[in-house]
């Protein structure tokens, strides 16, 4: 058998050497011992709940949750002076202001003020490569305010369980003058600690792209103290599992005597009244390591006080991991990156539109409502724990109602500050009635395709030019046509008119064509109608092909992928005595050729085609005369299926070494220099556009709709430690 013995020994400062003696049944045994002494250190421990809003219970529900953790957190510390509480997210002090007395509120303030409360900078845990520049910085602002109105320090803000964050996040926290930030990366499907170790080389600087600087740690988890000392803590657990969470950190370059243990407990729990009394304890026992209950900001304050200038720099991106569970609803994700997109010119337009007329008041609740929702849909959280394999129990469905709705009434909202506001503003443009007012929000002229509807009978006049602006027909009504036309030269952060003038002729119907060949004066472009995409684009300037015909895919053809629905394994979760799943891609086929029409400002051909589960594809490539630029209009009809699945539109660039770049927020990413050791390299989440570049050629792919790309290759659940190289697929 096995015995456990503790021998307690005189302190002492040098290494030195000894001997145990083992006496047992009248006989000895003495092995030599050699004793080195430890680091005094201090541990301080951050009490914190993790935040889903959803995913555990329904939201409203988590909003009572985790305002009665507050309660716990105020009436634990009334009775233990030294506890301290961090709540996981600015919207839990928020929605603990909207249910709970001003008595009790009060007290809360009363806590914040003292620094025995600590609130964060964020409003929610968010996927930081989704969002917007603007909804990124806007997701501090709530904070700020609570914090000039109730005291305590604006300086500091936590990630919890999202593994990564965008490399602009280091630059949007070091801009708005905070100090600190806190990752607690979560390596379920992200093995971004056990391939980078970023947790052991913490603290650190992360230098965003605009060199922008913030003091960050990473801790293994969220729950870091639950998992040390267990709930509810217990002395002999941490015993035996803290020296061996030290080891990370006891090394001659770090040169503190702090650590950082984050997190007690797992999301929307009550909590555990024993834990304030685990510092205390624990001290009675034993000298060191001692335990403390703090904030992030004193902790981190302690340690980068003791290391100085031995404090690391990290210039790198994440590589966004849980930016992929935005896709669970492709359309409405979509919905929500085009609002984000648009929410400033709605707040452009509504600013403009009180300096018009001084007696226009902007609608702020609107404004603050729309701004509500984009963050909300933001947050990490998207529906019930059970929807990945129960997807119509009842939470998941209305956890799912409640998700999309961030995004439904963001558009709302959106479409009513915008229409309002232009028209306040179009009162006071001398134009004559019946006029279309075109504006543009944007900071620099454009030349752009416009969609609009008109009424049958009249004709669109550039009342600049006084000319007849030629249109393309889309489809008709009973008393519109829905038509497309050229605008160009709209001013910057301003508008151009267009007379709806009489005209009793009927437009001329274009002369149909079934050519497959498609040209203007840059490309030459090949149509594959079969798979309803693109066999070939010639570069003229270039005298280049830039469609990889070796690729099993045409260029932006659909590509369905099966697989993976046998669980456990690499596409689902990272664990590397998993298998790899087998997948199968299955591009668009049957297709065939609609229509190719000239136009006024170009040529537009349009294909359907069909695939696995989507019984339509239709494709329209717009061909512009002017511009160097080809337009892909895609709509998908897809049946609904609860097999694992995987849609893509596919780019086969003809590169066979490229560098790619995609942008950030503030910045851009090259995926071979700029990923954190770690960080995902499987999928890529893209503001608003992708480009391959090798020798003397660019392409560049926009995804207006899409956030999310890969590289060279599907996702295949590889979980790759270097770039490597790719094709320019």
């Given at each position: 058998?096995?015995y456990?013995?503790?021998?307690?020994?005189?302190?002492?400062?040098?290494?030195?050497?000894?001997?145990?003696?083992?006496?047992?049944?009248?006989?000895?045994?003495?092995?030599?011992?050699?004793?080195?002494?430890?680091?005094?250190?201090?541990?301080?421990?951050?009490?914190?709940e993790?935040?889903?809003?959803?995913?555990s219970?329904?939201?409203?529900?988590?909003?009572?949750?985790?305002?009665?953790a507050?309660?716990?957190?105020?009436?634990?510390i009334?009775?233990?002076?030294?506890?301290?509480?961090?709540?996981?997210?600015?919207?839990?002090?928020?929605?603990?202001?909207?249910?709970?007395?001003?008595?009790?509120?009060?007290?809360?303030?009363?806590?914040?003020?003292?620094?025995?409360?600590?609130?964060?900078?964020?409003?929610?845990?968010?996927?930081?490569?989704?969002?917007s520049?603007e909804?990124?910085?806007?997701?501090l602002?709530?904070?700020?305010?609570?914090h000039?109105?109730?005291?305590?320090?604006?300086?500091?803000?936590?990630?919890?369980?999202?593994?990564?964050?965008?490399?602009?996040y280091?630059?949007?926290?070091?801009?708005?003058?905070?100090?600190?930030f806190?990752?607690?990366?979560?390596n379920?499907?992200?093995?971004?600690?056990?391939?980078?170790?970023?947790?052991?080389?913490?603290?650190?600087?992360?230098?965003?792209?605009?060199g922008?600087?913030?003091?960050m740690?990473v801790?293994?988890h969220?729950?870091?103290?639950?998992?040390?000392f267990?709930?509810?803590?217990?002395?002999?657990?941490g015993?035996?599992?803290?020296?061996?969470?030290?080891?990370?950190?006891?090394?001659?370059d770090?040169?503190?005597?702090?650590?950082?243990?984050?997190?007690?407990?797992?999301?929307?729990?009550?909590?555990?009244?024993?834990?304030?009394?685990?510092?205390?304890?624990?001290?009675?026992?034993?000298?060191?390591?001692?335990?403390?209950?703090?904030?992030?900001?004193?902790?981190?304050?302690?340690?980068?006080?003791?290391?100085?200038d031995?404090?690391?720099?990290?210039?790198?991106?994440?590589?966004?991991?849980?930016e992929?569970?935005?896709?669970?609803?492709?359309?409405?994700?979509?919905?929500?990156?085009a609002?984000?997109?648009?929410?400033?010119?709605a707040?452009?337009?509504?600013?403009?539109?009180?300096?018009?007329?001084?007696?226009?008041?902007?609608?702020?609740?609107?404004?603050?409502?729309?701004?509500?929702?984009?963050?909300?849909?933001?947050?990490?959280?998207?529906?019930?724990?059970?929807?990945?394999?129960?997807?119509?129990?009842?939470?998941?469905?209305?956890?799912n109602?409640?998700?999309?709705?961030?995004?439904?009434?963001?558009?709302?909202?959106l479409?009513?500050?915008?229409?309002?506001?232009?028209?306040?503003?179009?009162?006071?443009i001398?134009?004559?009635?019946?006029?279309?007012?075109?504006f543009?929000?944007?900071?620099?002229?454009?030349?752009?395709?416009?969609?609009?509807?008109?009424?049958?009978?009249?004709?669109?006049?550039?009342?600049?030019?006084?000319?007849?602006?030629?249109?393309?027909?889309?489809?008709?009504?009973?008393?519109?046509?829905?038509?497309?036309?050229?605008?160009?030269?709209?001013?910057a952060?301003?508008?151009?008119?267009?007379?709806?003038?009489?005209?009793?002729?009927?437009?001329?119907?274009?002369?149909?064509?079934?050519?497959?060949?498609?040209?203007?004066?840059?490309?030459?472009l090949?149509?594959?109608?079969?798979?309803?995409a693109?066999?070939?684009?010639?570069?003229?300037?270039?005298?280049?092909?830039?469609?990889?015909g070796?690729?099993?895919y045409?260029?932006n053809?659909?590509?369905?992928?099966?697989?993976?629905?046998?669980?456990?394994?690499?596409?689902?979760?990272y664990?590397p005595?998993?298998?790899k799943?087998?997948?199968?891609?299955?591009?668009a086929?049957?297709?065939?050729?609609?229509?190719?029409?000239?136009?006024?400002?170009?040529?537009?051909?349009?294909m359907?085609?069909?695939?696995?589960?989507?019984?339509?594809?239709?494709t329209?490539?717009?061909?512009?005369?002017?511009?160097?630029?080809?337009?892909?209009?895609?709509?998908?009809?897809?049946?609904?299926?609860?097999?694992?699945e995987?849609?893509?539109?596919?780019?086969?660039?003809?590169?066979?070494?490229?560098?790619?770049?995609?942008?950030?927020?503030?910045?851009?990413?090259?995926?071979?220099?700029?990923?954190?050791?770690?960080?995902?390299?499987?999928?890529?989440?893209?503001q608003?556009?992708?480009?391959?570049?090798?020798?003397?050629?660019?392409?560049?792919?926009?995804?207006?709709?899409?956030?999310?790309?890969?590289?060279?290759?599907?996702?295949?659940?590889s979980?790759?430690?270097?770039?490597?190289?790719?094709?320019?697929?």
């Open positions: 058998g096995e456990r013995v503790v021998l307690q020994v005189p302190e002492f400062t040098q290494p030195a050497k000894g001997q145990l003696t083992v006496t047992f049944s009248g006989h000895a045994s003495r092995f030599p011992v050699d004793l080195n002494p430890g680091k005094k250190w201090n541990v301080f421990v951050v009490p914190n993790h935040l889903d809003i959803g995913y219970d329904y939201p409203t529900k988590v909003a009572e949750i985790q305002s009665r507050i309660d716990e957190a105020i009436e634990m009334g009775k233990n002076p030294d506890f301290r509480y961090s709540p996981d997210a600015y919207w839990s002090v928020e929605q603990f202001m909207h249910g709970r007395s001003p008595e009790q509120s009060q007290k809360m303030f009363d806590m914040v003020a003292q620094k025995k409360l600590f609130i964060p900078a964020q409003f929610a845990s968010n996927v930081t490569g989704f969002a520049l909804d990124t910085i806007r997701s602002y709530p904070s700020y305010q609570f000039l109105q109730h005291g305590g320090d604006f300086d500091y803000a936590n990630i919890t369980d999202v593994p990564s964050c965008t490399w602009s280091a630059s949007v926290l070091a801009a708005a003058g905070l100090k600190y806190v990752d607690a990366s979560d379920w499907r992200a093995p971004i600690i056990l391939f980078g170790r970023v947790n052991e080389r913490s603290p650190f600087w992360w230098e965003g792209p605009d922008g600087r913030i003091l740690w801790s293994r969220y729950i870091q103290a639950a998992s040390l267990g709930l509810p803590p217990q002395i002999g657990a015993r035996d599992s803290l020296p061996i969470f030290l080891q990370a950190y006891d090394r001659p770090y040169k503190s005597d702090g650590v950082l243990v984050f997190g007690t407990q797992v999301e929307n729990t009550d909590l555990f009244p024993q834990q304030a009394t685990l510092a205390s304890d624990w001290n009675q026992v034993y000298a060191f390591p001692k335990l403390r209950f703090s904030g992030f900001s004193e902790a981190m304050q302690y340690i980068s006080g003791q290391l100085g031995s404090i690391p720099v990290i210039r790198a991106d994440g590589g966004p991991y849980w992929d569970g935005l896709l669970t609803d492709a359309r409405t994700t979509s919905l929500a990156r609002n984000e997109q648009r929410a400033l010119a707040e452009k337009f509504s600013t403009i539109s009180s300096l018009v007329n001084p007696i226009i008041r902007p609608d702020s609740e609107a404004m603050k409502l729309l701004w509500d929702n984009l963050r909300m849909f933001d947050e990490h959280t998207w529906t019930s724990y059970r929807s990945w394999d129960d997807p119509e129990h009842a939470e998941s469905v209305r956890q109602v409640v998700k999309e709705s961030r995004a439904t009434n963001g558009k709302l909202l479409e009513q500050l915008l229409d309002r506001s232009m028209a306040s503003i179009a009162d006071y001398d134009r004559p009635t019946q006029t279309l007012v075109l543009n929000p944007l900071s620099w002229q454009r030349t752009h395709l416009v969609e609009v509807d008109i009424n049958r009978g009249v004709k669109l006049v550039d009342l600049a030019t006084k000319e007849t602006v030629p249109y393309q027909e889309i489809y008709t009504g009973k008393g519109f046509r829905h038509v497309r036309f050229l605008a160009q030269n709209v001013p952060v301003g508008y151009k008119n267009y007379a709806l003038a009489a005209d009793a002729s009927e437009p001329t119907a274009p002369a149909p064509s079934a050519s497959t060949t498609l040209e203007n004066n840059y490309y030459r090949t149509l594959d109608p079969e798979t309803g693109v066999r070939s684009i010639v570069d003229k300037e270039l005298n280049r092909e830039l469609v990889d070796s690729s099993p045409r260029f053809q659909y590509v369905y992928v099966t697989g993976a629905d046998k669980p456990r394994n690499t596409a689902l979760e664990k005595v998993l298998p799943p087998v997948l199968e891609s299955h591009g086929n049957a297709g065939r050729l609609v229509s190719v029409t000239k136009t006024a400002f170009g040529t537009a051909a349009k359907e085609s069909s695939a696995v589960n989507t019984p339509r594809v239709e329209e490539i717009v061909l512009l005369d002017s511009e160097k630029k080809i337009e892909f209009i895609n709509r998908v009809e897809k049946t609904k299926v609860y097999s694992k995987a849609v893509y539109f596919a780019f086969p660039i003809a590169m066979d070494h490229p560098e790619f770049r995609y942008e950030i927020q503030n910045g851009f990413v090259n995926p071979a220099r700029n990923i954190m050791k770690g960080g995902n390299l499987e999928w890529f989440s893209v608003h556009w992708v480009a391959a570049d090798q020798d003397d050629a660019s392409v560049a792919v926009v995804p207006v709709d899409a956030h999310l790309v890969t590289l060279g290759d599907i996702v295949r659940g979980w790759p430690r270097e770039f490597g190289n790719r094709k320019g697929t």
